[in-house]
């Protein structure tokens, strides 16, 4: 059996150090839209095929496409009569191949982080210099199309490597996406920097309702509010954080998007909720809350957990 990869500790959802979001907030609510390119016959993985049908799987490929073509405009109507921001987890070939769609998230202000260059290139079986050079790559793009600084890491088609988050720390990235376990911010343990998980729901994303768990737009609008409503009541308490992660091909479908609309109206028609994005609700942990929570660690450790 393979040991634990230590990435962090355990520290239990009850009487933990309290969250505090700006306003008083309950909730942090971010909306996550995955910006994705697909090659259709990219360079192989040893590891994982890119797309399950022999080449060339027009299919899939042309399925994903629709994100960009339609899906994507769609689901942006919809986000900008809610008052949301995005948080785009981005592979950077976006801004070469879709410049327009590229152009109305920075116009939004929107918020890049880091989904790859593509989203058929997989981190599985790649060296050190493979990774460093495509953490690289990403932080360049973003700086030069969009004028930020990369603060956020969600692995391409959720792909890693052994040294993946110290990595990301090492270049002075400040979150991850990548974890899963928890609906607070959570420190990440690395070799170097401070690293923050920030919260992104399988169980929010379309890819998880509408592909795997099958279930209708109206169920998956009733799914998002029954997750708000538990997380605002939690919140009152401790502040929560609750992601919802998109892909434009699903959720921007016609017969989808009211569902999804009538979802995000819902939440943010209340009062205690901080409409943000991944980089605000990270920096406001490590400024407010890293050190108080990594304190509580060591305490439930001492005490043998």
Not at 61 to 85: K, P, S, T
Not at 133 to 155: S, Y
Request: hydrophobic letters at 40%; aromatic letters at 12%.
């Amino acid at each position: 059996m393979k040991a634990d990869p230590g990435l962090y500790d355990y520290l239990p959802y009850r009487n933990r150090p309290r969250i505090t979001w700006p306003d008083g907030a309950r909730v942090a609510f971010w909306v996550a839209p995955n910006l994705e390119f697909y090659e259709i016959d990219p360079e192989k993985n040893p590891t994982r095929a890119a797309w399950g049908r022999p080449h060339p799987d027009v299919l899939n490929y042309a399925y994903r496409d629709y994100g960009n073509r339609a899906g994507f405009w769609r689901m942006l109507e919809a986000m900008d009569r809610c008052g949301v921001r995005g948080s785009s987890s981005t592979n950077v070939a976006m801004f070469d191949h879709h410049p327009e769609i590229m152009t109305a998230c920075v116009e939004r202000n929107w918020e890049f982080y880091s989904h790859g260059v593509y989203n058929t290139r997989y981190c599985f079986d790649m060296t050190e210099a493979q990774e460093r050079a495509m953490i690289e790559d990403t932080i360049a793009a973003v700086r030069k199309h969009a004028n930020q600084k990369l603060d956020g890491w969600l692995a391409p088609a959720l792909t890693y490597t052994e040294r993946s988050l110290d990595l990301i720390a090492e270049y002075d990235l400040t979150y991850t996406c990548d974890l899963f376990h928890d609906d607070q911010p959570m420190p990440v343990k690395t070799a170097k920097g401070r690293l923050v998980s920030i919260p992104y729901s399988l169980e929010m994303n379309d890819v998880i309702a509408y592909n795997v768990n099958l279930v209708s737009p109206r169920a998956y609008g009733e799914i998002i509010k029954a997750q708000f409503d538990r997380l605002y009541e939690e919140g009152a308490a401790n502040g929560v954080v609750m992601c919802i992660p998109l892909h434009p091909y699903l959720v921007g479908q016609p017969h989808r998007i009211a569902a999804f609309e009538e979802a995000l109206r819902y939440i943010t028609s209340h009062d205690k909720v901080w409409v943000t994005t991944g980089r605000e609700i990270a920096h406001h942990f490590l400024g407010h809350h890293f050190d108080e929570f990594n304190a509580a660690i060591a305490a439930h450790n001492r005490k043998g957990g």
